[in-house]
């Protein structure tokens, strides 16, 4: 059973940071391009960040300089640290899993085939 599990959010200030986890099972983690997305009060889900399965990252430009996305193919576990939070930032973050296919866009939700529950990041400035 392909499982999700994110944690670390919180409620935070204005400049503070925070270390979002992601823990997977079920499925191979290694062979799959992971991601965050989030989701503010009243918006649509948007892209945050992804990371291929050789290391490569790409990012979503709000959050270019203050994210960073990394993974650990021996934990299964793929994390973001958010670092300069501001209040537009409060969302909740979800992060997802999407198989390797070359040339593909990776910020695209619909590639993207298993989903964990998310985790609220809140912002107060």
């Known amino acids: 059973q392909v499982q999700l599990v994110e944690s670390g959010g919180g409620l935070v200030q204005a400049g503070d940071s925070l270390s979002l986890s992601c823990a997977a099972s079920?499925?191979?983690?290694?062979?799959?391009?992971m991601g965050w997305f989030r989701q503010a009060p009243g918006k649509e889900r948007a892209f945050v960040a992804a990371?291929?399965?050789?290391?490569?990252?790409t990012y979503a430009d709000p959050v270019k300089g203050r994210f960073t996305i990394s993974r650990d193919n021996a934990k299964n576990t793929v994390y973001l640290q958010v670092n300069s939070l501001k209040p537009e930032d409060t969302a909740v973050y979800y992060c997802?899993?999407?198989?390797?296919?070359?040339?593909?866009?990776?910020?695209?939700?619909?590639?993207?085939?298993?989903w964990g529950q998310g985790t609220q990041v809140t912002v107060s400035s």
């Open positions: 079920g499925f191979t983690f290694s062979s799959y391009v």
């Open positions: 990371i291929y399965w050789s290391g490569s990252r």
């Open positions: 997802a899993a999407a198989f390797a296919r070359a040339g593909s866009d990776y910020s695209t939700q619909r590639l993207y085939a298993y």
